[in-house]
Structures are given as structure tokens and as C-alpha cells.
């Protein structure tokens, strides 16, 4: 199975601030990279999917990038509502296996 | 709108099995593929199995693989997970999930159900 690392596993942020998370896949994957923000007690929801392709309903501040092996969610200006954990996901082969999280949290 | 309803979880025994069952509705079940990922309590998620939309092809985790069987029924708009031979670490909270793009394989999951929590403890 492809491993999918996500780095940092944590961060501290404040409202405003400017974030970047980065995933990184153990071989190619061409862009079949999505993003997903999960808040505590529900289920995941897709922000970006195709690497760099926002999902409809989410807001602009969210972008991706990335093709090959390395890729970033940044997140343009933090709002009280993006505290919550995001997970990167590769779709290149099955099973479709997600990164460990990272856990974004006020500062 | 589209919704997917997933059922059956509960308590089982290390060994035991279940069946869980996603009703989805909303959409044209038959075109998408669909998958269910696992959420073990505190920890992150999991794929552990995808289904093509026709239900000719399916694929496991290696965790999984030999003690699990995923299947649809098209025709009520369901998709179900057999889970058998049940270790204490398959405690999670199982989402049904519809991957975006009409009979593509390689793509995000649009659409997660509000999950069913499966506890195997003795």
C-alpha cells in the first residue's frame, strides 16, 4: 500500500494567520491527492480534491498543490472555523489510504 | 439531497461478526463507487475497502483482507460491509462514503454517512 506522510502533526495558529500542511506519498501519485477537514464528533468533508481542485461549497482561503510525491493545503487567512484536523488521502490505487492527521489548533 | 445512512454496528465479541449496511439515496447509486473507512477511537481514518459502481470489482486493506467482504445491491441502493472473524482492533466508527465522480475509481469521497460505531470486546 502507498504510505501517506503528513507534516507537522500538530500546529498552533491564530486567526489570520497564513498555514501550510504538506503530505508527502511513499511513490508517485500523479495528482490523485485530496484533502479533507475533520471538527470533533463528525464525519470527514472534502476541501480539495485532484491536488488542486476545491471542492464546491468550500471557501477560497483553502488552495492545494503539488503533483508527483509532494503536496500543500494552505490555508489563507485562518478563520475561528478551520481549528480542526486535516487529512491528506491518495486515490492512485487502492486501498485509498490517508495521512495520520494534523491536528490545527488555536493559539 | 444526497445521504447515505449507515446501520448495524454495535457490540460484538473478539471472533463474532456483523453486517453493516449504508441506505443511500439522493443520487443514482449505480454510478459511483463507493467505499468504507474506519475511524478507531482518538486515531485517523482508514480505507478499508472500495467497491466498483457495478460491484464486479473490490479491493481490501491488508488489515482486513480474508475477514472482511464489501457487496452492493444496486437495485435498493445499498451497500454493506460483512465483517467477520472481529479483533478488538477493528473498534472504529465505520463511514459509508461516495467517491465524487461517476464510475471513477481514483478520486475523493464527496459524501460521508454519520458512521456506525462497531465495539468488539469481550
Known amino acids: 500500500d502507498i504510505q501517506m506522510t503528513q507534516s507537522p502533526s500538530s500546529l498552533s495558529a491564530s486567526v489570520g494567520d497564513r498555514v501550510t500542511i504538506t503530505c508527502r506519498a511513499s511513490?508517485?501519485?500523479?495528482?490523485?491527492l485530496n484533502w479533507y477537514q475533520q471538527k470533533p464528533g463528525k464525519a470527514p468533508k472534502l476541501l480539495i480534491y485532484?491536488?488542486?481542485n476545491l471542492q464546491s461549497g468550500v471557501p477560497s482561503r483553502f488552495s492545494g498543490s503539488g503533483s508527483g510525491a509532494d503536496f500543500t493545503l494552505t490555508i489563507g487567512s485562518l478563520q475561528p472555523e478551520d481549528f480542526a484536523t486535516y487529512y491528506c488521502?491518495?486515490?492512485?490505487?487502492?486501498?485509498?489510504?490517508f495521512g495520520q492527521g494534523t491536528n490545527l489548533e488555536i493559539k | 439531497e444526497v445521504h447515505l445512512v449507515e446501520s448495524g454496528g454495535g457490540l460484538v465479541q473478539p471472533g463474532g461478526s456483523l453486517r453493516l449496511s449504508c441506505a443511500a439515496s439522493?443520487?443514482?447509486?449505480?454510478?459511483?463507487?463507493m467505499s468504507w473507512v474506519r475511524q478507531a477511537p482518538g486515531k485517523g481514518l482508514e480505507c478499508v475497502s472500495v467497491?466498483?459502481?457495478?460491484?464486479?470489482?473490490?479491493y481490501y486493506a491488508d488489515s482486513v483482507k480474508g475477514r472482511f467482504t464489501i457487496s452492493r445491491d444496486n437495485s435498493k441502493s445499498t451497500l454493506y460491509l460483512q465483517m467477520n472473524s472481529l479483533r478488538v482492533e477493528d473498534t472504529a466508527i465505520y463511514y459509508c462514503?461516495?467517491?465524487?465522480?461517476?464510475?471513477?475509481?481514483?478520486?475523493?469521497?464527496?459524501?460521508w454517512g454519520q458512521g456506525t460505531m462497531v465495539t468488539v470486546s469481550s
Open positions: 467497491i466498483s459502481a457495478s460491484g464486479g470489482h473490490t
Open positions: 511513490q508517485s501519485i500523479d495528482n490523485y
Open positions: 439522493g443520487f443514482t447509486f449505480s454510478s459511483y463507487v
Open positions: 488521502q491518495q486515490s492512485y490505487s487502492t486501498p485509498h489510504t
Open positions: 485532484a491536488a488542486s
Open positions: 462514503t461516495k467517491i465524487k465522480q461517476k464510475l471513477v475509481l481514483h478520486d475523493g469521497s464527496d459524501i
